[in-house]
């Protein structure tokens, strides 16, 4: 039983394209999050979400937008990819009880290719 | 600003032991977690730590100094499967997770 699911787990897209990764977590937790990792391993965050709230950082280009039809997926959707966007994207979620034991559990990741 | 440090890459020895260094600023902290990121694969929990002192868990071991805002990561009898990059993570204060870059551990036989 996969606790963090991703799909596709490849998606090789041209560039100007819209394209969507889908993210579920069967875990019960009430955060998610959307990472990406680029070619020097840097694991950067592009956003939190729970029902109460979104959190964006400010870095990431207004292209990308979580969609989140219920507390159990969050689903990342890209408009008019660019070269840059090349990376491997990673979904988390952790359960957010507002305490400081707050661990993560990854995705296996998808390596989106811009062509 | 917020900033995680670490080593880049370490190398070591089959059946030996090595310690990966982390050194962080936070507005606040919560917590120091390490987690193991195999190539191509999925960062996977390893360790927390929000209190002064060493926790050991098998043949990993993690340590905090809160003082010096300082932690590292032992690895006891290496095996070759511990080829790995090792993040570590700080929480701040809003309980958001700041990450190094991560170490590239080489294991040579």
């Known amino acids: 039983d996969t606790a963090v699911s991703q799909t596709p787990k490849y998606l090789v897209t041209q560039m100007g394209n819209d394209k969507s990764i889908k993210c579920e977590q069967n875990?019960?937790?009430?955060?998610m999050y959307w990472y990406k990792q680029d070619s020097k391993k840097f694991l950067k965050i592009m956003f939190s979400y729970n029902n109460k709230e979104l959190i964006i950082n400010e870095t990431v280009p207004n292209r990308f937008s979580p969609k989140s039809p219920d507390k159990a997926h969050l689903n990342l959707h890209i408009n008019s990819l660019e070269l840059g966007d090349s990376a491997v994207y990673f979904c988390a979620s952790s359960q957010d009880t507002g305490t400081i034991t707050d661990t993560q559990y990854f995705g296996p990741g998808t390596r989106l290719t811009v062509l | 600003g917020q900033n995680i440090d670490q080593p880049t890459e370490m190398t070591a020895t089959e059946g030996a032991i090595v310690q990966i260094n982390c050194t962080y600023q936070t507005s606040g902290f919560n917590g120091l977690f390490w987690y193991q990121q195999h190539a191509g694969e999925a960062p996977t929990f390893l360790s927390y730590n929000v209190l002064d002192g060493l926790e050991e868990k098998g043949r990993f071991s993690s340590f905090l100094s809160r003082s010096k805002g300082y932690s590292y990561l032992l690895l006891k009898e290496l095996q070759m499967k511990d080829s790995a990059s090792y993040l570590c993570a700080a929480m701040d204060s809003n309980y958001q997770l700041i990450w190094g870059a991560g170490t590239k551990l080489i294991i040579k036989p």
């Open positions: 875990l019960g937790h009430d955060t």
